[in-house]
C-alpha cells in the first residue's frame, strides 16, 4: 500500500474543502459534494493510520515470525482492507456530486485505490501462506559461522564466493566473472549478483551481463549471446552491484528484472535506453509511472512511482517498491491473460507544464501476445549465486553482513527490513530464489584473474 497515494488523494480533498463557502450559503446539493469530501478526507486519513499499524506489525513478522506476529499481521492487514473499503465507498459517494471538471480526477483516484488495495490483499494472502508452513518456532534466520574454503581460484565463506582481484572493474566485468565460474562450475545457476565495493551505480549497469536463452515472448535478443558462455545453458544474468548496498537496498530486483524486459519494440514508444518501461503507465523495477492522465491540449501528467517523488524512465529506486504486474509476468510468475493493459506515450517530450507526446501506443494482453508470442511460466525458484569482487580480502564483519543480507533477500518469506523488500515480497508471494554455490567441476585451485 502506496502513503503517497491516500496523502495526495487527501491534499487534493482539502484543497477542493477550501473552495466551500460558510456553511449557511451553502445550497443542499453543494453542502452534500463538501460533506461527501469531508467524509473522504477522513477515509484516507484513516487508511494511512492504519497502514502505519500494518507496516509495523509486518516488520515484526520479519524480526521474529511465530504464532503471535503472524496474529498481529492478519488483523493490522484486515483492519486496513476495511480501511480500504470505507475510503472506496466515500470515493464512489463523491463521484456523482462533483463537477464534470473533476469527474475523471475522482475517477482516476479511485483507480489508483482500488489497484493499491488489490495490492495489499494480494500481498497479505502471501503472509497468510508463509504463516501457515512456519513451524510454532520459526526464528529469523541467522548465517552460522562461515570458514574460508580455496574452491577454483577463489574463496567459499558460506553462501558467498570471494574473489580478491585489484583489477580495474570495467564494462566486461560481468561477462568475465560468469566465464570465469562457467569454466569451473557446474552449470546450476540462474542468476549471478557480482559485488564490487565502491562501484558507480552506472558503470555497474554497463558490467552487468544478460544471456540469450531463447524464451519466447520477450522481444528483442538479450545485451549477450548465449554462445559467450559455452561452459553453461542456464545462466540468465550476472548482475553487478556496489557491495555497499548489494542485495539488500539492490537494485538487485531491478537487475533480476533486466533478464526480461523490457525488450518489446513499439517505435516511438518503447523500449526506452537502457530497458526501462519510460513514460508508460507501469510503475515497477524497470521505471515507469504509477498512472498517465491525458490533460486539456493534448498534453499528459505522470504520476511518479518511486517513493522520493522524482520520475523514474529505467528505474524506480532500488528495493522500495515491488514488480508491477507485467513485470511478474515477464518473470514467468503471472499469468498474461490476468495483466492489465498497457499505455506508452509515443515520443515524449517533458517540460515543465507537464508531457507532451504525438499520440501513445497500447498494449492489451492479446496484442502482446500477436506481437511477442508468450513468455512460458517458471514456476519454481530461481537458482542464484552471490560473488564478492574486491581488491582486498574481506573481514568477518564485512563477510557475515554480506552473508545476512544474502539470506535475507532471498528468504522464502518477509524480511527484517520494513522499508525495503526482497524477492519473496516484490513478487506478492509468487516467486522465490534459492541461494547456493554451484558444485566445481575438479579444477585446479590456482588463483583467479580478470582478463
Known sequence: MSLRLCGLASLVIAALLGRGERAWAIPDPALAMERARSAAHEAATAVRAAAVVRDDARHRLGVAPGPTACANVAEAGAALDAAWGRYLA????????????????????????????LADQQHDQALARFCAALPATAEAPTPPPAEATPVCGLVRQGELLVWVDAAPVTAGTGLAVAQHLAGRFADELDFLFVLVPGIDGALAEQAS????????????????????????????????????????????????????????????????????????????????????????????????????????????????????????????????????????????????????????????????????????????????????????????????????????????????????????????????????????RGCADRAAGLP
Not at 466515500?90 to 483507480?111: F, K, N, S
Not at 548496498?245 to 537487475?255: D, I, Q
Open 209 to 440: 551481463a544478460w544471456f540469450e536463452r531463447g524464451l519466447p515472448g520477450l522481444g528483442a535478443p538479450a545485451r549477450h549471446a548465449a554462445g559467450l558462455l559455452p561452459g553453461w545453458r542456464r545462466l540468465l544474468g550476472a548482475v553487478v552491484l556496489d557491495a555497499a548496498t548489494g542485495l539488500r537496498a539492490g537494485p538487485s530486483l531491478r537487475g533480476l528484472a533486466r533478464a526480461f524486459g523490457n525488450r518489446w519494440s513499439l517505435p516511438g514508444c518503447s523500449p526506452t535506453p537502457g530497458g526501462g518501461w519510460g513514460y508508460a503507465d507501469v510503475g515497477g523495477q524497470l521505471g515507469g509511472f504509477r498512472l498517465l492522465r491525458r490533460e486539456p491540449g493534448g498534453r499528459w501528467s505522470a504520476a511518479p512511482a518511486r517513493v522520493d517523488g522524482q520520475p523514474g524512465l529505467v528505474g524506480n529506486g532500488g528495493n522500495s517498491l515491488p514488480y508491477a504486474p507485467v513485470e511478474r509476468y515477464l518473470l514467468g510468475l503471472t499469468p498474461l491473460d490476468g495483466l492489465p493493459s498497457l499505455t506508452f506515450l509515443r515520443d515524449p517530450r517533458p517540460d515543465a507544464g507537464g508531457v507532451a507526446a504525438a499520440g501513445t501506443c497500447r498494449l492489451t494482453p492479446a496484442d502482446i501476445r500477436a506481437r511477442f508470442g508468450e513468455r512460458p511460466p517458471h514456476p519454481a525458484p530461481y537458482q542464484v549465486g552471490v560473488v564478492l569482487l574486491t581488491p582486498t580480502r574481506p573481514g568477518p564483519a564485512e563477510v557475515a553482513r554480506l552473508r545476512a543480507d544474502a539470506l535475507a533477500f532471498t528468504a522464502p518469506g518477509p524480511d527484517d527490513d520494513p522499508w525495503l523488500l526482497n524477492y519473496f515480497e516484490a513478487t506478492g508471494g509468487a516467486g522465490r530464489l534459492d541461494l547456493r554455490v554451484p558444485a566445481p
Open 90 to 117: 466515500d470515493l464512489a459517494g463523491l463521484a456523482p456530486l462533483v463537477g464534470t471538471d473533476e469527474q475523471a480526477a475522482t475517477a482516476a483516484t479511485r483507480r489508483a485505490a482500488e489497484a493499491e488495495r
